[in-house]
Each structure stands twice: as C-alpha cells, then as structure tokens.
C-alpha cells in the first residue's frame, strides 16, 4: 500500500466520523462538588477541567464536556444523567 493510498483511506475515515458533542446543562440541584466528581469519573477530565466545565455550565447554563463520534459519547451521556445532571449529544 503507497503512502497516498493510506493518506486517502485516512481522509475518509475522518470525513465519515461525524463528531458530535457532549453538552452538560446547568440546574439548580447539583452541587459543583457532584458535577466535579461525576466528570472526572465519567469523563475522565483532571479535576482542573471539570472545575473549569462546572464553571463555564454556572456561568453560562451549558459546557461541551466531550467531543467525538456518537457511539464514543452515549455511555458517557447515560452515566451523568444517570448521576441525576442533565446531558445531551448534540
């Protein structure tokens, strides 16, 4: 296989991947410290990111949490709401 037939074959894998992302949404029930804990286990953020997300969610009523393909992101997106916070893909 020639080095433009793996280039050409890579392109396409990304074109048809279409990222989606994981957006987490602002309530007035969870704590910051159960945002926090609930990204970094689902989400594997560092606490620094999850701080950072659960921030940008007060302050702005939503954050993007992850990004990536469908599939990638659903468990993600069943585990925090399963945590009782509100999640989507979008």
Do not use: Y
């Amino acid at each position: 296989m020639s080095q433009e037939e793996v280039l050409v074959n890579w392109q396409e894998i990304i074109e048809t991947t279409e990222l989606m992302d994981l957006v987490v949404f602002n309530d007035d029930f969870n704590t910051f410290e159960h945002v926090i804990e609930t990204l970094i286990k689902v989400c594997r953020h560092t606490s620094e990111q999850a701080e950072q997300c659960t921030w940008i969610i007060h302050h702005k009523g939503k954050c993007t949490v992850k990004t990536g393909a469908f599939d990638f992101l659903k468990p993600m997106r069943d585990a925090i709401c399963e945590a009782g916070i509100d999640a989507k893909i979008l």
